[in-house]
T-cell receptor
Framework: AQSVAQPEDQVNVAEGNPLTVKCTYS??????LFWYVQYPNRGLQFLLK??????LVKGSYGFEAEFNKSQTSFHLKKPSALVSDSALYFC???????????????FGKGTHLIIQP | GAVVSQHPSWVICKSGTSVKIECRSL??????MFWYRQFPKQSLMLMAT?????????EQGVEKDKFLINHASLTLSTLTVTSAHPEDSSFYIC????????????FGPGTRLTVT
């Protein structure tokens, strides 16, 4: 079974400061990892993913995430936060060996990111 | 690009009736579509995976006779909640993927179902 943990329900950051949203995962094999953002009354939007290769992946809106296999983590980061980054962020994982056509994702519970002006 | 729509955005139905939710990929062909359920202040839970022209694969604990999924074309999947009960009230979200494996999923805006 696969699982994702987002240990913080809410993260508060001042505008202009760096931000980190934490995510750890558990899979049987190797993971595909994703970050999505959800704005009020909007569908989840894809930010970035790790499949293979460079551990540091860059995504939309200046976000990046670092895959750390030894710590089974995939933390989301941004060097300088904007007020418009305030939203609900989800980390998700899929075990590449889950097979059976079941490509569905397992999501973390989400982290509310609040950027204060 | 990669826009997914859902219809309706919200629906209220009486207990015992059925309701159908549509999920469409507007500008791409979706090899696979997924249905998730999101409870208030909780994460998304995968209900089922569907591939065009084949039967859906349901997650453990999801009643396939209650949540009927049809994936008639590469751009349309439907979820029918049959004989709905108040406990079926939830936020239902679909997503679509262009491929398999590591391809990202594109999510619809969700459908709020309230069963009275």
């Amino acid at each position: 079974a696969q699982s994702v943990a987002q240990p913080e329900d809410q993260v508060n950051v001042a505008e202009g400061n760096p931000l980190t949203v934490k995510c750890t995962y558990s899979v049987s094999g190797n993971p595909y990892l994703f970050w999505y953002v959800q704005y009020p009354n909007r569908g989840l939007q894809f930010l970035l993913k790790y499949i293979t290769g460079d551990n540091l992946v860059k995504g939309s809106y200046g976000f990046e995430a670092e895959f750390n296999k030894s710590q089974t983590s995939f933390h989301l980061k941004k060097p300088s936060a904007l007020v418009s980054d305030s939203a609900l962020y989800f980390c998700a994982v899929r075990d590449i060996w889950s097979g059976g056509g079941a490509d569905g994702l397992t999501f973390g519970k989400g982290t509310h990111l609040i950027i204060q002006p | 690009g990669a826009v997914v729509s859902q219809h309706p955005s919200w629906v209220i139905c009486k207990s015992g009736t059925s309701v159908k939710i549509e999920c469409r990929s507007l500008d791409f062909q979706a090899t696979t579509m997924f249905w998730y359920r999101q409870f208030p202040k909780q994460s998304l839970m995968l209900m089922a995976t569907s591939n065009e022209g084949s039967k859906a694969t349901y997650e453990q604990g999801v009643e396939k006779d209650k949540f009927l999924i049809n994936h008639a074309s590469l751009t349309l999947s439907t979820l029918t909640v049959t004989s709905a009960h108040p406990e079926d009230s939830s936020f239902y979200i679909c997503s679509a993927s262009k491929g398999t494996g590591g391809d990202e999923q594109y999510f619809g805006p969700g459908t709020r179902l309230t069963v009275t």
